[in-house]
């Protein structure tokens, strides 16, 4: 009896190891994105938009941005003020208010993991990509989150140009560009926060 349950206990694995399709190889830069976004090996490597490949100088200025009241048209608490880590990078607030005080209709949703959702935040299907969701904290004026608009983004960005060791971080980050990566640092950070959990 115990040989037959044994025997059978073979032939169990050895079919359903027949059936088990090989583990398809990583393309190599896919395996590289896991080094450099942390990804444990029991998660699967998120698709990763091919204009903006991760590199840790990326990570490093987004995680500096993320964190950066100056990023906010007026200077008021930054994407971590609705994204912090202690939270998962949410609020635990029904409803967070914007910069120029206007109360946002949804939650802050957490950030752990966004990377892998086939699409972002909790009501647009159409936003798939998280360079594009970032329009929305940045340049959003319905509701106002961190109130960058045509009118102050000039002197939004002048407080990053007039700061040396931004200027350093972003040639590191992105050598081949002289300006209007912002939304791809912050991007990275993003991934990387919503990725390494
Ligand atoms: C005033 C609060 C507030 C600020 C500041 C803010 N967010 Fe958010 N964030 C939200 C809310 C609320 C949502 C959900 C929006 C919705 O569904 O209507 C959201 C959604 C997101 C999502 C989508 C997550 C998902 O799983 O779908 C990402 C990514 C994100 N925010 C990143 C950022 C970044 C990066 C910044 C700074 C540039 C930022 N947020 C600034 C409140 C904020």
Known sequence: MMRSIALLAVVAC??????????APEPPETTAYRGTLAIPDYLEVPAIPSFNPPTAEKIALGRRLLYDRRLSGNQ????AGCHEQRLAFADGLARPTGSTGTELRRNSPGLANAVYHSTLTWANNGLRVLEDQLQVPIRGDNPIEL???????GEVLA???GDASYAEMFRAAFPDSASGATSRRSSSRSRASAAAW
């Not at 050895?14 to 583990?23: E, F, K, N």
């Not at 008021?76 to 994407?79: E, L, S």
């Not at 109130?147 to 983004?153: I, L, P, Q």
């Open 14 to 23: 050895s079919s359903s190891d027949a059936t088990l399709p090989d583990a």
């Open 159 to 161: 407080r990053f140009d």
């Open 76 to 79: 008021t608490p930054p994407c």
């Open 147 to 153: 109130g960058v608009s045509d009118a102050n983004v």
